[in-house]
Nanobody, 125 residues
């Protein structure tokens, strides 16, 4: 399994931007679909975005973040990013990076077997 470490969270005002990073260990990073999920207090973990393995030619977003968030990956750096723009108060959550080796790109939490520890994103009004 791959080890994942997120960074880049913090406190930002509504309308602001943050870029999350997720650094992965190992030499097989490019073979994983990489996803971002989030969990707000009292709520279940929910899908945010995913990028397909290898060249990352396919990306998917939750409707709530579409047009505001952008996922990307740099296989040379074993890193996946989540650029978050036009942040809203309702984006406040712990954001988790995760890796999946399913045959096809997936948005299902249960398909992701490796998880980071999470990074807090707080958006103030």
């Amino acid at each position: 399994q791959v080890q994942l470490v997120e960074s880049g969270g913090g406190l930002v005002q509504a309308g602001g931007s943050l870029r999350l990073s997720c650094a992965a260990s190992g030499r097989t990073f490019s073979s994983y679909h990489m996803g971002w999920f989030r969990q707000a207090p009292g709520k279940e973990r929910e899908f945010v975005s995913v990028i397909s393995r290898w060249s990352g030619g396919s990306t998917y977003y939750a409707d709530s973040v579409k047009g505001r968030f952008t996922i990307s990956r740099d296989n040379a750096k074993n890193t996946v990013y989540l650029q978050m723009n036009s942040l809203k108060v309702e984006d406040t959550a712990v954001y988790y990076c995760a890796a999946a080796r399913s045959v096809v790109v997936t948005t299902e939490v249960t398909d992701f077997r490796s998880w980071g520890q999470g990074t807090q994103v707080t958006v103030s009004s």
